[in-house]
Structures are given as C-alpha cells and as structure tokens.
C-alpha cells in the first residue's frame, strides 16, 4: 500500500497483462526478455502444463498416465526470490513477495517490464489488466470481528461460531472502469489462525490502452481502489496497529 505500515501484512502483489487471443505469439518472446531484464530477474524455470491420457483395453480402462506437455509459461526471477516475471502465450504476470518495497517501486518495476515486454513481442491490444494484493493477518487470539469489517452473518439456529470462512464479492467500479474482487476468509495456515484479505482490481475495457502513460494512469488509479478498500476492510483498531508496528 502506498501509505507504509511498520507492520505489512502483505503476502504478495500481482499485476497481471492478458493480451487479445488473436494477437501473434511465439516461444522465443521469453528469451528476448531475458535478455532486457536477465540482470535483474537471473533465475529461469519453466511452468508446465500436466494432463491425464486413459487407454481402453479389452474393455477396461488402464490406469491414467501423467503427461507433461509444453511450458504454460517461462518464471524469471530475482536470486533473493522477493520478485519474478512469468511470461506465457499473451499474457505477461509481475508478482512481487515479501519484503514489499512500498507501491512507487513496484509500480516502477511493472511499467519498466511492461516497456521491455512490448519492446520484444507483437502482443496486439491489452484484453484485461489486473492488480492484486493478498493479505493475511493472525488471529492471535482475537475475534475475526476485531480484525475485519465484513463478516459472515446468522441468525437463529445458524447463529453458530464459524471454525473457517470465505467470503467473494465484485464490487464494481467507474474510476477506472472495472470490478474489485473482494475476497476474506479465516483459515489455518502453518497451524496459525489466519484472516486473509485478498483484493484483486481487474479491467477488461484496456483495449484502448497503447501507451506507457495510459498504463501509468490505470495502475495509480486501480491501486487506489485497492487502498482504500483495504482500510475500509479493517477495523480501525487493526489499522492503527499495523501503522505502528503492533
């Protein structure tokens, strides 16, 4: 988030790019971008796809085979592991992990990979445009209530304590043209109690986006819809602890 919290309960951010299906594409994109950004993201591995095969003999089915086929996408990433960059057929993933550098940086890092990506590939038209942060914040011994400021809600004899939850719901949006993918639940995590935020803004009306200000435009403007939709999520107790570091 753009205002720094002394105790971040980010887990990871994602911008996403998919480009129009009908745009040319070729396998020899990834490599090119690793020559523009190999210096920063050194570390290669290939995504791949697995399907199962069923055979018929003498009327009964073998077990199934684990096909692996072709890399869905090429992962570049840093050596510390805090940042990588997937690319696959028309579609270009930035995601940033823990320590989170604060929003100028990695809104930097996005729009500098973007150039690189365009500047090596004939992706044709943006198709939709994500920005997405997830977030999780322990328990520790208090009320999910305490934490967040939407919650599951039952009455009568549903009037039960809830063990785990998940909760989605799409806001829509006209600055920018869009919807927000409100997601909270409670789960276990490393056998912790955990509450996770999860905000995800995504555009399909970016057809229309060519240039690096109108990508500039839509990130500042979606990361505000995230923002404040993250404050407003919290109650301001829990806000005010994670701006203190508490």
Partial sequence: MSELLKKP????????????????????????????IGKE???????????????????????????????????????????????????????????????PAFRDMILNVYLSYNSVSEGGALGRLGLRYINQIELANRGYKEIISVWPSFSGRLNKKASTFFQRYELKHEKPE????????????????????????ISSAVSGMTQQKDIAGWLEQAHDRVEETFIDSLTPNIYK????GK
């Avoid at 796809?49 to 018929?56: C, D, K, Y």
């Avoid at 927000?180 to 803004?201: A, C, P, R, S, Y």
């Fill in 178 to 201: 869009g919807l927000l993918v409100h997601q909270t639940g409670l789960m276990q995590v490393e056998e912790k109690d955990i509450i996770m935020l999860d905000l995800d803004f």
């Fill in 41 to 103: 993201f050194s570390e290669r591995a290939d995504v791949h796809r697995l399907s199962l095969a069923f055979q018929q003999v003498s009327g009964k089915a073998s077990p199934p085979s684990v096909i692996e086929g072709g890399p869905d996408r090429i992962q570049l990433k840093r050596p510390d592991g805090s940042a990588m960059v997937q690319v696959g057929p028309r579609q270009l993933i930035i995601n940033h992990l823990k320590p989170y550098p604060g929003w």
């Fill in 9 to 36: 309960p980010l887990v990871e951010a994602v911008c996403e790019f998919q480009f129009d299906p009908n745009s040319k594409w070729d396998w020899t994109v990834p490599g090119r971008l690793f020559d523009k």
């Fill in 241 to 244: 602890q994670l701006k203190e």
